[in-house]
């Protein structure tokens, strides 16, 4: 028999009155609790996946986002809802073209090429290995492979 992969829980604020912070970190500790409880890990974290592409899909949909803005522009562009989150209009994503100016230029040139410059001894020093230790034949410098560091996770692709 399936597991519910939501538990209704009275002591929880209700969606409609909107969650704070604190009460959100407090659902996501209790809904953490009870997997561990319970064991329904694999549907917990397929739904989560599931869960975070509806959201961004919603929040890029450009018919939300000017229906929101149109409505905020009603509200003078901000508004505090009941549980005071607010909810403002803003500008995001600006950026600036400098590539007019002569030194600005003459510096991105030099970053370009210090930046290629690390790439390729970057290069080198992962085919050493982390730890092991070699001498450079063109400049006798002594070379040291880079420890590596990483995190385990995990992954999940959901089907299209």
């Known amino acids: 028999m399936a597991k519910p992969l939501v538990q209704h829980n009275e002591t929880l604020p209700s969606i409609k009155e909107g969650l704070s912070k604190k009460q959100i970190a407090e659902l996501a500790d209790q809904s953490v609790s009870t997997v561990l409880e319970q064991g329904n890990v694999f549907e917990v974290a397929e739904a989560l996946a599931a869960m975070e592409e509806f959201v961004k899909n919603v929040r890029k949909d450009e018919r939300f986002v000017d229906f929101l803005r149109d409505e905020l522009t ?5 508004l505090t809802t009941n549980s ?3 909810i403002e209009i803003c500008e995001a994503g600006v950026s600036y073209d ?6 600005w230029k003459e510096l991105d040139q030099q970053i370009k090429m210090l930046t290629d410059q690390r790439k390729a001894v970057e290069e080198k020093l992962r085919k050493l290995g982390p730890g092991r230790m070699a001498v450079d034949p063109e400049t006798g410098e002594v070379l040291e492979g880079p420890l590596k560091t990483s995190k385990s996770t995990y992954r999940i692709t ?3």
């Open 74 to 78: 009603k509200h003078r562009g901000r």
């Open 84 to 86: 005071g989150a607010r």
């Open 98 to 103: 400098y590539s007019g100016n002569g030194e």
């Open 158 to 160: 959901l089907s299209k």
